[in-house]
């Protein structure tokens, strides 16, 4: 089994930056994808950002790319999401996710395993 632990989520002024990290326990998830969903009040859980298991391929969801950077450390087991330029929109909570699928996949149902989320807020 694998637990994973959101952190650095908070309140923050659009325009702002906020960082998002997550820890992995239980096992390595070297060979894993790991990914960030987001879930806004009164809406769907939705993709951001997943990055491959080695890091080299990353994807990120059109309403963030170029503002939102997704890393990984494999030797910590950690993944954050840096998050840029933040918008009201951005308003959510935040969830890591993991896939034994290595090359990183879009769909919430190819994630075996899930954080506990962590709130952002963004004022305006």
């Known amino acids: 089994q694998v637990q994973l632990v959101e952190s650095g989520g908070g309140l923050v002024q659009a325009g702002g930056s906020l960082r998002v990290s997550c820890a992995a326990s239980?096992?390595?998830?070297?060979?894993?994808?790991l990914g960030w969903f987001r879930q806004a009040p009164g809406k769907g859980r939705e993709f951001v950002a997943v990055?491959?298991?080695?890091?080299?391929?990353?994807k990120y969801a059109d309403s963030v790319n170029g503002r939102f950077a997704i890393s990984r450390d494999n030797a910590k087991n950690t993944v954050r999401l840096q998050m840029n330029s933040l918008k009201p929109e951005d308003t959510a909570i935040y969830y890591c996710?993991?896939?034994?699928?290595?090359?990183?996949?879009?769909?919430?149902?190819?994630?075996?395993?899930w954080g506990q989320g962590t709130q952002v807020t963004v004022s305006s």
């Open positions: 239980g096992r390595t998830v070297r060979s894993y994808s």
């Open positions: 996710a993991a896939s034994t699928d290595g090359y990183g996949r879009l769909e919430s149902s190819d994630y075996e395993y």
């Open positions: 990055i491959s298991w080695s890091g080299g391929n990353t």
